[in-house]
């Protein structure tokens, strides 16, 4: 799991990277010639959750993987794996000192994040990644997922001879879409869970992930004013933009609404791969940075 963040396989990057979402699960094959295919599936046969299996039925699920892509004669392959950003906890930790030693310093994430999850750390997997220092403090961004959720996900890849040698959430991906500069806001929606980010330049010092009950434009706004809230108070700053994802045909009324509201540059998120949905945020941003 060293790749759980958005750390990328540099000297042997995968052949086919899957994100994974309730909708569907999309695909990009990378060598040869670049595609993206996009398989869907039906209501309720991936239920996303932190503490249960999100894998309601592992026969169709694999049925639709071989319907994305065929068997490769019982070669192994290499692949990225991107998960919804709900099945995980992605949190930004600070820290006046930090342990140089790996086995300390996973000690340390594991006792800070153990409260704060809905699981048990003790059968969990766990990643981080110290930034950049730009204060008196280091920032670490921690994602931890339950052992068997993750291995739920994996399953039915591995019986395609798949091997999911990197693996990360739909949000953190997104993030090599981003180009760093000033303070940004990065609000992306998948079905009822929006995930915001809070950037300052390439620094995270904010992660949200929340499951909304009908993923209204209230319940939105509920959602992104204290988090606008938190620049101020926090960062002393404004943010410069808010970069949105999967709002679909509700963007453009919405864009006018929180311009006025706010303050600020509202525009899509947008990949060189195509416009990144929903579905295909992670996807599209794992790609992105392959390709850098």
């Known amino acids: 799991m060293a790749n759980f963040l958005f750390k990328l396989l540099r000297d042997s990057p995968p052949t086919h990277v899957f994100e994974v979402s309730e909708a569907g699960i999309a695909m990009a094959v990378l060598n040869g010639a670049p595609h993206v295919a996009w398989q869907p599936l039906d209501a309720g046969l991936i239920s996303v959750s932190p503490v249960k299996d999100n894998i309601q039925n592992p026969d169709l ?41 790996k086995e300390e310093q996973e000690q340390l994430i594991r006792f800070r994040m153990k409260k704060s999850v809905p699981f048990d750390m003790d059968s969990a997997i766990a990643s981080y990644y110290a930034q950049p220092k730009k204060s008196d403090k280091i920032e ?29 959430t739909s949000g953190l991906a997104a993030l090599n879409m981003v180009n760093p500069g000033g303070v940004t806001l990065v609000a992306k ?8 980010f809070v950037l300052d330049g390439s620094i995270v010092k904010l992660v949200r992930c929340m499951e909304m009950e009908a993923g209204s434009e209230e319940e939105i706004e509920a959602i992104l004013h204290p988090t606008f809230a938190y620049i101020e108070d926090e960062l002393h700053a404004k943010p410069s933009r808010l970069l949105t994802c999967g709002f679909g045909g509700a963007y453009q009324e919405l864009t006018g609404h929180w311009e006025a509201n706010w303050g600020v540059d509202v525009e899509p998120l947008r990949s060189r791969f195509g416009t990144p949905g929903s579905n295909d945020a992670g996807l599209l941003g794992y790609w992105e940075g392959v390709e850098n």
Request: include cysteine; charge should be positive.
């Open 61 to 101: 699920v694999l049925e639709r993987i071989r319907t994305l892509v065929p068997e490769n004669g019982g070669r192994k392959r290499r692949m990225a794996l991107v998960l919804p950003d709900y099945c995980a906890r992605v949190a930004v930790l600070d820290f006046d000192s930090f342990p140089t030693g």
């Open 140 to 168: 670490v961004v921690v994602a931890v997922i339950a052992m068997e959720v993750l291995a739920r996900y994996e399953a039915p890849f591995r019986q395609m001879l798949f091997h999911p040698g990197a693996v990360t």
């Open 189 to 196: 929606l998948s079905g009822h869970t929006l995930t915001v």
